[in-house]
């Protein structure tokens, strides 16, 4: 049988990254110009913080509007409690996360430094030419299918 496919194999490593003390302008339109809808947070070792996403943009709208901002930095606006995935995480867990979710993107972290980063799309394209028409497609099926077979796995 095929080894499981994890995050490690699936996963972006090429990322736009920010910083807590970085000026949400600037992020914002770091995020434009990458045409991402949201970046993850790091410290200077790499430690994984949160992710600034869209939403956390309207959120700095709107306090505008109502507060005048009283801070323009990302940490006071990005989300912390965003759930990360280590890079042993297996295809069928990563995708019942993104399905009981409403996250888009997942972050990747081996000791709690950010290794990488997973998208709905990353794991469509790794699901895609896992069960592509091939002489072993049914050995891809029955992965899948061994795989759901194991009891679900709490999302932490």
Same mark, same amino acid.
């Given at each position: 049988?095929?080894?499981?496919?994890?995050?490690?194999?699936?996963?972006?490593?090429?990322?736009?990254?920010?910083?807590?003390?970085?000026? #949400?302008?600037?992020?914002?339109?770091?995020?434009?110009?990458?045409?991402?809808?949201?970046?993850?947070?790091?410290?200077?070792?790499?430690?994984?913080?949160?992710?600034?996403?869209?939403?956390?943009?309207?959120?700095?709208? #709107?306090?505008?509007?109502?507060?005048?901002?009283?801070?323009?930095?990302?940490?006071?606006?990005?989300?912390?409690?965003?759930?990360?995935?280590?890079?042993?995480?297996?295809?069928?867990?990563?995708?019942?996360?993104?399905?009981?979710?409403?996250?888009?993107?997942?972050? #990747?972290?081996?000791?709690?430094?950010?290794?990488?980063?997973?998208?709905?799309?990353?794991?469509?394209?790794?699901?895609?030419?896992?069960?592509?028409?091939?002489?072993?497609?049914?050995?891809?099926?029955?992965?899948?299918?061994?795989?759901?077979?194991?009891?679900?796995?709490?999302?932490?």
């Amino acid at each position: 049988m095929n080894a499981p496919l994890l995050a490690r194999d699936i996963m972006v490593t090429r990322l736009v990254t920010l910083t807590p003390d970085m000026d #949400v302008y600037d992020a914002i339109g770091l995020l434009l110009r990458h045409r991402i809808s949201g970046a993850p947070v790091i410290d200077e070792e790499r430690n994984y913080l949160g992710v600034f996403s869209e939403k956390c943009c309207m959120r700095v709208l #709107v306090e505008a509007a109502y507060d005048g901002l009283p801070s323009t930095q990302v940490g006071a606006f990005m989300y912390c409690e965003a759930v990360a995935i280590d890079e042993e995480t297996d295809l069928l867990t990563i995708a019942q996360i993104f399905q009981q979710t409403g996250y888009r993107r997942l972050a #990747v972290l081996r000791d709690g430094k950010l290794v990488g980063q997973i998208s709905r799309r990353d794991v469509l394209r790794a699901a895609h030419e896992l069960l592509a028409p091939q002489p072993d497609r049914e050995t891809a099926l029955l992965y899948l299918s061994g795989i759901i077979a194991r009891e679900e796995a709490p999302i932490a």
